[in-house]
């Protein structure tokens, strides 16, 4: 099993900037993908960022141009950091991890990221 620990979710103002990050518990010797996905209330959720392990990225359309994905492959470790951040980003940010080869899908608890004034 594997464990997806999130951080660095918040509120700020709009224009402003937030970095979040998700530690995984381990390690993997195969081709996997790390990403973020975001569901608001009343809505699916959707794609907002992923990266493969090595180092191809996805952006939702929402975010390209602000949000930006990378990871570090001997930490475990992905980060999106958000610029630009509009009310809309609302929403809570899930941590995902895929490890097609294996059939391995996780998943994080969530952190909020509120944008208000």
């Known amino acids: 099993q594997v464990q997806l620990v999130e951080s660095g979710g918040g509120l700020v103002q709009p224009g402003g900037s937030l970095r979040l990050s998700c530690a995984a518990s381990r390690s993997f010797f195969s081709s996997n993908t790390m990403g973020w996905f975001r569901q608001a209330p009343g809505n699916k959720r959707e794609l907002v960022a992923t990266?493969?392990?090595?180092?191809?990225?996805k952006y939702g359309d929402s975010v390209k141009g602000r949000f930006t994905i990378s990871r570090d492959n001997a930490k475990n470790t992905v980060f999106l950091q958000m610029n630009s951040l509009k009310p809309e980003d609302t929403a809570v940010y899930y941590c995902?991890?895929?490890?097609?080869?294996?059939?391995?899908?996780?998943w994080g608890q969530g952190t909020q990221v509120t944008v208000s004034s």
């Open positions: 990266i493969s392990s090595g180092g191809s990225t």
């Open positions: 995902n991890l895929k490890v097609p080869i294996l059939r391995e899908d996780y």
